[in-house]
């Protein structure tokens, strides 16, 4: 039996996947278990390196850290997608003089690297310009900026793997092409695009630990601060592990919103469908 992509794999194609699954599984338990064996053997669970995180005020900087972080994901999230969105609009565009600065603005901030973004943005733009920007609005300007573009040719991408003919039925319709994109284009792209889109705001969350570099005091920032400290046993490793698991819960937070939302999305009404529409009186006589 086979399926549109592959063949379905028999008894010992089966057999011979779950055995590399065991495999792989068994080496992936293995080196995790070695991982944690070495930082048992030299002393990184000791309760000395771990007493920082009882401390109070070091408990509200990680909090404010915390906040410092979301805020400016949140933030920067909104403005990828509206910005995104407008550009993958004006790329669709059929005037040339929409489409053309469009895909230049796209190609152009999908090349520089964001942290130089960031660079430019707090450093470049006060000393050329005597603007300053604060390293909140450099991160958020910086993320918008690149993730923006991202998102663009992931919102173009998806509209064009449509099949022409929904655009066309639209058209013959009678209705304006924003209308045909609004109405018709997007509800059907946006389920295909949910993915791609929740992996790129995952790269949203994680580039937000770039603001280090420019002092602005998000987890990476705080991490590097507290390590640091010579009367809390330099405990860097203690606190990069903490900050990791706070990165992973976030991620999962946004995962399981995002699988929510596909599945509201992807819900249909309950029952066997459309009541058939009834005959006219005309035709009842033949029918």
Aim: aromatic share 10%.
């Amino acid at each position: 039996m086979t399926s549109v992509l592959y063949d379905v794999p028999g008894p010992k194609a089966r057999v011979r996947n779950l055995l590399i699954g065991g495999v792989g599984t068994l080496l992936v338990l293995a080196v995790l278990g070695f991982v944690v064996y070495r930082l048992i053997v030299t002393g990184q669970f000791e309760p000395r390196l771990w007493e920082w995180i009882t401390y109070v005020n070091i408990q509200y900087l990680l909090l404010d850290a915390l906040w410092n972080t979301v805020s400016a994901f949140l933030v920067a999230a909104v403005l990828s997608l509206l910005l995104g969105a407008l550009l993958a609009a004006g790329r669709l565009s059929d005037h040339s003089w929409v489409s053309r600065p469009a895909v230049v603005l796209i190609e152009l901030f999908r090349a520089i690297p964001l942290l130089v973004l960031i660079f430019i943005l707090f450093f470049g733009v006060s000393r050329a310009f005597g603007i300053d920007i604060p390293a909140f609005w450099a991160v958020v300007i910086g993320l918008t900026l690149y993730n923006g573009s991202v998102l663009a040719e992931v919102f173009r991408a998806g509209i064009n793997a449509l099949p022409k003919g929904q655009s066309e039925a639209a058209y013959a319709l009678g209705m304006r092409k924003t209308q045909v994109m609004t109405n018709v284009l997007l509800p059907q792209a946006l389920r295909a695009m949910l993915p791609t889109i929740l992996s790129q705001l995952v790269v949203v969350l994680k580039d937000t630990a770039l603001g280090y570099i420019i002092l602005y005091p998000e987890l990476l920032y705080q991490a590097r601060f507290l390590g640091s400290q010579g009367q809390l046993g330099s405990p860097i490793l203690q606190v990069a592990m903490v900050v990791a698991v706070i990165y992973i819960g976030l991620c999962l937070i946004l995962s399981g919103g995002s699988k929510l939302l596909e599945k509201r999305m992807s819900r249909t009404p309950k029952g066997g469908g459309a009541k058939p529409a009834e005959a006219p009186e005309e035709l009842a006589g033949v029918l």
